[in-house]
């Protein structure tokens, strides 16, 4: 059971309103602009979703109002990870009814294990409250404090987790991300996780991706991977150095700060964010802007 699914994933923001609500009006402009830059799919309330955050409610809300308005272009995967599994339960028997075409979950990540076996049962739990859905194991050790292997956990979860559909891969080892292509062996999605690794993604097998700068930049990124396609690596390679120069800008000014700014930059507007993160000042939203601008920001960013 898996969705097949090549392309790009938006991790999408959480609108938020100046007082800090959810801004449930703006869903829909995000999801014009997704299609109309090439997204296949939008990860909803995961990490740049400010999904930890959120409260359950504001969750459902959220995720009801995507798959309200995706219409068939787009497809939703919820995120539904939760420090407690059985609001992580709750959330994802939720997202099957609200139409969401798959989940994903991050495991525990206050109280948490190293052991796999551990982590198999968590996972088996979420996805067993969802199980008419394709369920991805949300690989984000940088985040989640968990760090065991991901192709063992496929490699193990097939036999105890029957929904088990693949990852999504958050991490910068490409050795591990290429031992889960080997293991899933086409039978599987794997969600490469960071833009920047995309073109040495797809050299090693790689065809899908879900992240944040994927909400403004899919165009640079689709480019990327026509060029791969037909064999132009010359130019993928000039594709992935271009937004290589953006997420550098991005990590230098704050990193989800940064990109929840460059969206609200590009629009639809997204609001601020929730503590204890914080919007960039004045100054600082003037200094990023300089420096995009300086590297052609706005052109990687328009379809076509």
């Not at 991050?106 to 979420?126: E, G, H, R, T, W």
């Not at 969802?130 to 985040?143: D, E, V």
């Not at 960071?194 to 992240?211: N, T």
């Not at 639809?268 to 960039?280: I, S």
Request: proline share 5%.
């Amino acid at each position: 059971m898996h969705l097949d699914l090549k392309g790009l994933v938006a991790a999408t923001f959480t609108a938020l309103r100046p007082d800090g609500e959810i801004h449930l009006d703006q869903i829909e402009r995000q999801a014009e602009a997704l299609v109309s830059r090439g997204a296949v799919g939008a990860f909803v309330c995961g990490t740049t979703g400010e999904g930890q955050s959120l409260s359950s409610d504001e969750r459902r809300r959220v995720l009801e109002r995507w798959c309200a308005v995706a219409g068939a272009k787009l497809k939703i995967i919820a995120h539904v990870g939760h420090v407690s599994l059985p609001e992580a339960r709750a959330l994802a028997a939720h997202a099957a009814a609200s139409g969401a075409v798959a989940i994903g979950a991050m495991p525990p990540y206050f109280f948490k294990s190293q052991n796999l076996d551990d982590i198999l049962i968590c996972a088996s739990q979420v996805a067993s409250a969802a199980p008419q859905l394709p369920f991805y194991y949300y690989h984000f050790p940088a985040m989640s404090g968990v760090s065991i292997s991901a192709s063992e956990l496929l490699h193990k979860g097939v036999e105890r987790i029957p929904n088990l559909a693949g990852l999504k891969f958050t991490d910068d080892n490409l050795m591990e991300f290429e031992r889960c292509i080997a293991v899933a062996g086409g039978k599987m999605d794997l969600f490469l996780g960071r833009e920047g690794m995309m073109l040495a993604g797809h050299c090693i097998g790689g065809r899908a991706a879900i992240g944040s700068a994927i909400n403004f930049a899919a165009p640079i990124f689709r480019r990327l991977i026509k060029a791969f396609e037909t064999g132009d690596l010359a130019a993928a390679r000039q594709a992935q150095a271009r937004a290589n120069a953006m997420l550098a800008i991005f990590v230098r000014f704050g990193g989800l700060r940064a990109q929840k700014a460059a969206m609200n930059m590009v629009g639809p507007d997204c609001g601020p964010l929730r503590p204890p993160l914080r919007a960039l000042n004045e100054r600082e939203l003037a200094a990023m802007r300089a420096e995009l601008e300086a590297i052609g920001f706005f052109d990687l960013t328009r379809p076509g």
